[in-house]
């Protein structure tokens, strides 16, 4: 069945100061990592749309009503100061709604939140994601760390279905490697689906009349690297999430 998507996150800028010799320059560059997901989810017959990272934090959902337009909201390498700060409370000191906490609402009320890993999603690098510290914490089904949370595997690392069963892995085969994930610790009531090193890789929890899951590692590179973007399963997954979060 046909579901309305928000994706917000998974965009980046870049500004390197290249030198040679006595002679320096600037290059600047804009980056997304959507597409591989955007790509799967349409191929489910799902209606997506993107915020990046730059335009989330204005355009983002404010209000009850306008979050009601989506089944399902994915929260993906995006921190949470982009949904904090909109542009009326950093730059002129308004007061504007804590989109955290209406988040946090729409999930009990019966909405559907997946986040996935990244460097600024869960707690992150350096702590910036800083996800632990707002009104959606609760909600979650683990538990954000203090400090970084990054776990570098450059080795890579193959995640480890417990819950083979479960439809979320309907029709999916032995995963690939991962090259790096956020650590978290499993809330109470959660159901812990997968483990990557021995932490929490996919984690399901009901709150409310809503459904929320958390995917510990990245749905592109550097984390996911191609050969899970290029996995029989990768399409299949995605999709068989948003069923089970809008089930």
Known sequence: MKKRVLLAGESWMKHTIHVKGFDSFTTSEYEEGAGELIAALEEGGHDVTFLPNHLASEQFPSTEADLARYDVVFLSDIGSNTLLLAPDTFNR????????ALLARWV??????????????????????????????????????????????????????????HPLFDGIGPWPFFLGYNRTELVDGALLAATINGDPFIALRQVGKGRTAAFASDCAPHWGPPEFLRWEGYRPFWNNLVAWLTA
């Open 108 to 165: 009990s009320g019966g909405g559907a939140l997946a986040m996935i890993g990244g460097y600024m999603t869960f707690s992150g690098i350096d702590g910036k994601g800083r996800w632990g510290k707002t009104a959606l914490a609760p909600v979650l089904p683990v538990r954000c760390l203090d400090g970084d949370d990054r776990v570098e595997i450059p080795h890579g690392v193959v995640p480890d279905v417990l819950e083979g069963s």
């Open 93 to 100: 000191s308004r007061r504007t709604v804590d989109r955290t």
